[in-house]
T-cell receptor, first 109, second 116 residues
Framework: GQQVMQIPQYQHVQEGEDFTTYCNSSTTLSNIQWYKQRPGGHPVFLIQLVKSGEVKKQKRLTFQFGEAKKNSSLHITATQTTDVGTYFCALQGAQKLVFGQGTRLTINP | NAGVTQTPKFQVLKTGQSMTLQCAQDMNHNSMYWYRQDPGMGLRLIYYSASEGTTDKGEVPNGYNVSRLNKREFSLRLESAAPSQTSVYFC???????????????FGPGTRLTVL
């Protein structure tokens, strides 16, 4: 079945530093979604990318979909303590999503 | 709108006991899912129901059963709990929408289960 590799698994940064997580697939994707899970919470949908080369921004978060639609990234500029959590990418499968393993972001204030 | 609700929020079982985790959604979604998440790990799909009246196995179905009671409710049953089933269980729902058939999933708050 479809699989996605998400890296890094963990990232610790100083508050104010940037952060990036990557998702890579061996197959061409129809779309990719990103979710955020706060510590002790549940995953919450952030965004969906559909078009080749698409770039979307949500305040300090920038999401990109690769030109070949096989990879995606989430970049956070100038992290804040509210950004702490685990970020998951998810691929569209048949009637379900396939989630990456997630990148856990911790921040030193 | 409550979204996706799950009961109970916490549960402690002894090995061999059985229990049912309840999930309900009020968004009129056709599809519902059960995941487990072990500490520091990702989400693993246990079972899903693409539409009322259908259920399918996910990645880790062994030791679990599900019932899609109606369009709103999707329950997960542990017949004989084992310590390896200690985990956080999330229910989610989604709807097929848009050109190309995209699913966005909405998650419940989770059930934290410990099996001793």
């Amino acid at each position: 079945g479809q699989q996605v590799m998400q890296i890094p698994q963990y990232q610790h940064v100083q508050e104010g530093e940037d952060f990036t997580t990557y998702c890579n697939s061996s197959t061409t994707l129809s779309n990719i979604q990103w979710y955020k899970q706060r510590p002790g919470g549940h995953p919450v949908f952030l965004i969906q990318l559909v078009k080749s080369g698409e770039v979307k921004k949500q305040k300090r978060l920038t999401f990109q979909f690769g030109e070949a639609k096989k990879n995606s990234s989430l970049h956070i500029t100038a992290t804040q303590t509210t950004d702490v959590g685990t970020y998951f990418c998810a691929l569209q499968g048949a009637q379900k999503l396939v989630f990456g393993q997630g990148t856990r972001l911790t921040i030193n204030p | 709108n409550a979204g996706v609700t799950q009961t109970p929020k916490f549960q402690v079982l002894k090995t061999g006991q059985s229990m049912t985790l309840q999930c309900a959604q009020d968004m009129n979604h056709n599809s519902m899912y059960w995941y487990r998440q072990d500490p520091g790990m990702g989400l693993r799909l246990i079972y899903y129901s693409a539409s009322e009246g259908t259920t399918d196995k996910g990645e880790v179905p062994n030791g679990y059963n599900v019932s899609r009671l109606n369009k709103r409710e999707f329950s997960l049953r542990l017949e004989s709990a084992a310590p390896s089933q200690t985990s956080v269980y999330f229910c989610a729902s989604s709807e097929l929408y848009g050109a190309g058939g995209r699913y966005t999933q909405y998650f419940g708050p989770g059930t934290r289960l410990t099996v001793l």
